[in-house]
């Protein structure tokens, strides 16, 4: 992978939920642990796109049928 360019932020976080992702991530500190929620969440927002757009196309069959039946607008 190339070199990833990290730039120092000064972020208002609460300490509890920091604490929390650091554990739960097994991260080193605390700004690896939310480096490491940010990257999950912006791949889970790439998969739901994906997927998303594979219904709309119509390749993507919802077998259990747990996807609502209309595009839903979100904020």
């Known amino acids: 992978m190339g070199k990833t360019a990290l730039e120092r932020m000064n972020l208002i ?3 509890n ?3 929390d992702l650091k554990r739960a991530y097994g ?3 605390n700004s690896e642990a ?3 929620a940010i ?3 912006l791949a889970i927002k ?3 796109t994906a997927l998303r757009r594979l219904r709309e196309r119509g390749t993507l069959e919802d077998v259990f049928n747990r996807a609502p039946s209309r ?3 979100r904020k």
């Open 13 to 15: 976080l609460e300490r």
């Open 17 to 19: 939920k920091v604490r």
């Open 27 to 29: 991260s080193r500190n």
């Open 34 to 36: 939310v480096r490491n």
């Open 39 to 41: 990257d999950q969440e």
């Open 46 to 48: 790439g998969i739901q």
């Open 71 to 73: 595009r839903t607008k």
